[in-house]
C-alpha cells in the first residue's frame, strides 16, 4: 500500500505537470521523513547519485552536441547529403535520415537534433513539393538515431546504473542505430511514391565535390571520438572532452562561432546538464525508496514466476518502455528501473548490453508519442504546427523502430557481434 499510494503521487504529480525530477523528489522526501529517516540521508544519496564517475561524461556529450550545432556542422552535412542524394526520387527525405546518422555521431540529444535539423531540412522539402506531414515525420523519427548511435547520453546513463561498460554499450548500439536509418529509408521509398509534384535537384560534380571538401573535417569527428573509444585510446569521458576540443577548433577554423558565442554556448551546457543531473538524482533518492520497500525483489518474483526465458522477459521489458517511455523521461525511467531489472536479467542469463539497447531503442520510441513526446512538442514549436499534425506525419515511422526493438530481443547477435569483435 505504500508503494501504491507513492505511485499514485507522482502519477498525479506528472498530471499537474510538475517537472519530473520535483515529482520523484517530493513523494520520496516525505516517505523518508514519515519514516523517521534523517535528512541527511536523502542528501547523500542525491550527491552520491550526481557525483557518480561514469556521469562525467554527460556534460562532456552535450558540450560536445551543442559545439556542433552552435558550429554550423548540420548544414555542412545537409549540403553534401543533398549533393550526393538530390537528383533521387525522394531524395530530401534520405537526406534527412543521412544527416540525422552523420550528426548522430556528435550528439546524443534526439531533441537537440530535431530542434536544429528540422529548421535546415523541413523548408527546402517544402519549396520541392513534399507535404508539410512527411517532413514533419522524417524529421522527427530521424531523430531519435541520435540518442540510439554513439555518443549516446542515455547509453552513458544506463552504464553507470547498470556498471557495464560504456565502450561495450557504445559498440553495441551501431548495428542497431544502422537499422534503424535503413528502416527509415524503406518507409521514405515507400511514401515518396505517392507524392505527386515533388522536385528533383540536378547532379553537379563540381556541387559534389565542393560539399565534400566542406564537410571533410566534421565527418572525422567519428574517427576521433568512436575510434579512441573503440580503440582503447580514450575513456568515454576523455573522448567526449577531445571531441569537444575538437569541434570547437572546426568552429573557430570556419568561422562560424565567436568567442563572444562561448558564454551562451556554455550556459546552453551547463543548464541542460543541470536538468540531466537532477533527474538522475531524484530518481536515485526514489530507487532507495523502492528498494526498502523490497519492490525488485517482489518484481524478480513475479517475472520468474510468469517465465524463465530471457527473450520473453526482454520483451516484456520493451512493452515496460514503451508504455514508460510515453510519459516519464528517458533518463529519469533508466536511473529507476535499471537497478530493479538487472537483478532478474542476471539470473535469466540476458546480455545487460543486449537489455541496454532494447531499453534505449523502446524508450526513445516515447520521444514520439503522445503525451509526453518531447520531439513531438519541438517540431510543433519550431514549424508552429498543432502536435496533432505533427504525430500523424511520424506514424509511419514508428513501424520501423518497432521492428528494430523486435529485432534486438530476438537477435541479440545484432548487438553482441561487434563489442565482441572488439573484445570489449
Known amino acids: 500500500m505504500t508503494v501504491l499510494a507513492l505511485l499514485v503521487a507522482i502519477l498525479l504529480l506528472l498530471a499537474l505537470r510538475v517537472p519530473v525530477a520535483f515529482a ?99 523548408p527546402p522539402m517544402l519549396r520541392a513539393g513534399y507535404s508539410r ?115 570547437l577548433v572546426l568552429g573557430f577554423g570556419y568561422g562560424t562561432l565567436k568567442v563572444r558565442d562561448l558564454p551562451r554556448i556554455l550556459v546552453e551546457t551547463v543548464t541542460t546538464t543541470a536538468a540531466i543531473m537532477l533527474i538522475v538524482a531524484s530518481a536515485a533518492l526514489l530507487g532507495y525508496v523502492l528498494a526498502k520497500e523490497r519492490v525488485p525483489q517482489a518484481l524478480a518474483d513475479l517475472v520468474l514466476g510468469f517465465t524463465d526465458d530471457g527473450t520473453v522477459f526482454l520483451l516484456l521489458v520493451v512493452a515496460l518502455m514503451l508504455l514508460l517511455g510515453t510519459v516519464v523521461d528517458a533518463t529519469a525511467t533508466l536511473v529507476l528501473v535499471v537497478p530493479i531489472l538487472m537483478p532478474v536479467a542476471t539470473r535469466l542469463g540476458v546480455d545487460p548490453v543486449v537489455l541496454g539497447v532494447a531499453m534505449i531503442l523502446a524508450l526513445m520510441i516515447g520521444l514520439l508519442t503522445p503525451p509526453v513526446g518531447t520531439v513531438l512538442y519541438v517540431l510543433s514549436s519550431t514549424q508552429r ?28 547477435g545484432l548487438v553482441t557481434w561487434l563489442p565482441a569483435t572488439l573484445g570489449l
Open 133 to 247: 506531414r512527411f517532413g514533419l515525420g522524417v524529421v522527427g523519427a530521424s531523430a531519435l538515431i541520435a540518442p540510439v548511435m554513439p555518443p549516446s547520453i542515455p547509453a552513458v546513463i544506463f552504464a553507470g546504473q547498470a556498471s557495464v561498460s560504456t565502450g561495450a554499450l557504445f559498440a553495441g548500439s551501431v548495428l542497431p542505430a544502422l537499422l534503424m536509418a535503413l528502416g527509415l529509408c524503406v518507409v521514405v521509398f515507400v511514401l515518396v511514391r505517392r507524392q505527386e509534384g515533388i522536385v528533383h535537384l540536378g547532379f553537379s560534380r563540381a556541387r559534389l565535390a565542393a560539399a565534400a571538401r566542406r564537410v571533410a573535417l566534421p565527418i572525422l569527428a567519428p574517427v576521433v571520438i568512436l575510434g579512441g573509444i573503440l580503440g582503447g585510446l580514450f575513456t568515454p569521458t576523455e573522448a567526449a572532452a577531445v571531441g569537444a576540443a575538437y569541434m
Open 24 to 122: 520523484f523528489l517530493g513523494p520520496g522526501l516525505v516517505y523518508l521523513v514519515l519514516d523517521g529517516e534523517s535528512l541527511g540521508l536523502p542528501m547523500r544519496l542525491v550527491a552520491n547519485a550526481a557525483g557518480s564517475f561514469v556521469l562525467l561524461a554527460v556534460p562532456l556529450f552535450v558540450l560536445l552536441g551543442v559545439i556542433a550545432n552552435r558550429a554550423g556542422i548540420a548544414d555542412r552535412l545537409f549540403d553534401f547529403a543533398l549533393a550526393l542524394f538530390g537528383r533521387v526520387r525522394g531524395g530530401l527525405g534520405y537526406v534527412s535520415v543521412g544527416v540525422s546518422l552523420g550528426f548522430s555521431w556528435m550528439s546524443g540529444s534526439a531533441v537537440a537534433d530535431a530542434a536544429a535539423l528540422s529548421k535546415v531540412e523541413i
Open 385 to 412: 504546427v498543432r502536435v496533432g499534425e505533427v504525430f500523424r506525419g511520424v506514424l509511419p515511422f514508428l513501424v520501423p523502430l518497432l521492428v528494430c526493438c523486435l529485432l534486438v530481443v530476438f537477435v541479440p
